[in-house]
């Protein structure tokens, strides 16, 4: 059964550095996104992506996100200068058309 | 605004027993409701969505629309039920952001 995958699984960063979220959705699906979730709080949305586009985005999802699809597989999180409070699990999901989402198994971003 | 609340951060009932967590939502508009489930190590999986009415793993949920809620329910726990189980609430219609509630962490004594 295809999945959604995600690398690295564990990230440890310097604050104000730049890191990279990498994510494979399922292959024949259009819509992507990330959540994250710090630790002990709720799992949050951050970004939904289609056609090459933003869909929606949160309040956290600041100047200093961004997302890509540089090629026909990868979906990117991109995080400009890393701060403390960036120290969570994120989550990258995809769903083709319904609406069920399909999760990958995390990246943990842990900034000191 | 949209809203989940999941009011047990923990549940632990004894094997064989009924299993009920609770979920209630606060939302304007016409909801699409679901469970995901996710066991130790695994990740975030889909369980229940309220549309579907499937009961899958013996788990069954129910809209409520009166009182805004979509309790998960089990007549008979199992062992392999303790997971941490995410009620969440989207939009109707396609690729519509999920909003989660807080999470319960069921534990299923022997």
């Known amino acids: 059964e295809p999945e959604v995958t995600q690398t690295p699984s564990h990230q440890v960063t310097q604050m104000g550095q730049e890191v990279i979220l990498r994510c494979v959705p399922i292959s024949n699906h259009l819509y992507f996104y990330w959540y994250r979730q710090i630790l002990g709080q709720k799992v949050e949305f951050l970004v939904s992506f289609y056609n090459n586009e933003i869909s929606e985005k949160s309040e956290i999802f600041d100047d200093q996100f961004s997302v890509e699809r540089p090629d026909g597989s990868n979906f990117t999180l991109k995080i400009r200068s890393t701060k403390l409070e960036d120290s969570a699990m994120y989550f990258c999901?995809?769903?083709?058309?319904?609406?069920?989402?399909?999760f990958g198994p995390g990246t943990r971003l842990t900034v000191t | 605004a949209q809203r989940v609340t999941q009011p047990e951060k923990l549940l632990s009932v004894f094997k064989g027993a009924p299993v009920e967590l609770k979920c209630n939502y606060s939302?304007?508009?016409?909801?699409?409701l679901f469970w995901y489930v996710q066991y130790s190590r695994q990740r975030l999986q889909l369980l229940l969505r309220?549309?579907s009415r499937e009961s899958i793993k013996g788990f069954t949920a129910d809209l409520n629309k009166g009182e805004t809620s979509f309790h998960l329910k089990k007549p008979f726990a199992q062992e392999e039920d303790s997971a941490m189980y995410y009620c969440?609430?989207?939009?109707?219609?396609?690729?519509?952001?999920?909003?989660f509630g807080q999470g319960t962490r069921l534990t299923i004594n022997p």
């Open positions: 969440a609430l989207s939009e109707s219609g396609r690729a519509q952001k999920l909003v």
């Open positions: 309220h549309i």
């Open positions: 939302y304007s508009g016409s909801p699409e």
């Open positions: 999901a995809s769903s083709g058309e319904g609406n069920e989402q399909y």
